[in-house]
């Protein structure tokens, strides 16, 4: 049977975010505790080289990226839902959101008045990964701690109207992520309640589902391994309208100054999702999955 193993580490907003996800989504699950900074080598056996955090594993199937991943979640379990009605699939655009213009706000909140609670080695992998060049980003931290002020105002906005979850009564996907930057900056001492009565009490609603249960702790060792023992799901096709066609080789890698590229023979291709088929002796046959959405997608 193929498990399901989220590879993370506990300081990881978005492995927070989607270990609530798995919270909400009543999942079993296997949890690899995997490194703070790059490299990360095991991790590379599975995805080819990415090595961003949270990476889900489904037997041997990779999804990398929280979109990916919650997509995935859904296609395993359908119900209950990280989209519930009356949202539904527009609350991802919130999810997005939270996960791109104001997640780097929140790290600004979190590291500006601590700074030193991160070493050298943080801020180079950083630097290296993401831009953040601490010279750079330090002076910065006035205005980042602006934006993320602004932010939990247009979530106290949102909130305002008695809504219990951003989607409605229910949590979903928006919800993990806007959870989990509000936590980050957290780190610096702000308390929810600075971002206004109806942020507090959502912030307490989506504390109270709790987060980080798993059914059990493997190792990446073992993670390889059951990759091995399994086949990848079927299902992927390729629409070749889209400029490529199904057995090319292809790379794939963030926009973002990450140099990690992957590459792969291009197995699915959706407005979605790209599926690469990877072979290693480690961890056998693995189709490798990315959002299309932030990706640069290129023939190999």
């Avoid at 296997?30 to 490299?39: D, L």
């Avoid at 296609?75 to 989209?83: G, I, Q, R, V």
């Avoid at 997005?96 to 008045?113: C, D, E, I, K, Y």
């Amino acid at each position: 049977m193929s498990e399901i193993i989220l590879h993370h580490y506990p300081m990881s907003p978005f492995g927070q975010a989607m270990r609530m996800a798995l919270t909400i989504k009543q999942m079993a699950w296997k949890s690899v505790e995997q490194p703070v900074i790059c490299p990360k080598p095991e991790l590379s056996v599975l995805t080819g080289g990415y090595e961003r955090i949270p990476v889900l594993q489904i037997g041997a199937d990779i999804f990398c990226d929280t979109d990916c991943i919650t997509d995935a979640l859904e296609t395993a379990k359908p119900t209950p839902s990280l989209y519930p009605a009356p949202s539904g699939r527009a609350a991802k655009l919130w999810a997005l959101w939270a996960g791109a213009s104001w997640f780097m706000p929140a790290v600004g909140t979190a590291l500006g008045s601590n700074a030193d609670m991160m070493d050298e080695a943080f801020w180079q992998d950083r630097e290296a990964r993401f831009g953040m060049k601490k010279e750079a980003f330090l002076p910065a931290v006035p205005h980042l701690q602006g934006q993320f002020a602004a932010g939990g105002q247009a979530l106290g906005n949102a909130l305002s109207d008695g809504r219990r979850f951003i989607g409605g009564d229910l949590p979903g996907h928006a919800d993990c992520t806007l959870y989990a930057c509000v936590a980050f900056a957290g780190l610096s001492g702000l308390q929810p309640s600075a971002l206004g009565a109806h942020v507090a009490a959502w912030f307490e609603r989506l504390s109270a589902i709790g987060m980080g249960d798993c059914e059990e702790a493997w190792s990446t060792e073992q993670a390889i391994a059951h990759a091995k023992d399994c086949q990848p799901m079927d299902g992927c096709t390729v629409d070749e309208t889209m400029g490529f066609r199904a057995g090319q080789p292809v790379a794939i890698k963030t926009e973002s100054p990450d140099p990690a590229t992957v590459h792969g023979t291009l197995v699915g291709l959706s407005a979605q999702r790209v599926s690469l088929a990877r072979e290693t002796a480690e961890a056998g046959l693995v189709h490798v999955h990315f959002p299309l959405l932030g990706q640069i997608l290129t023939p190999a």
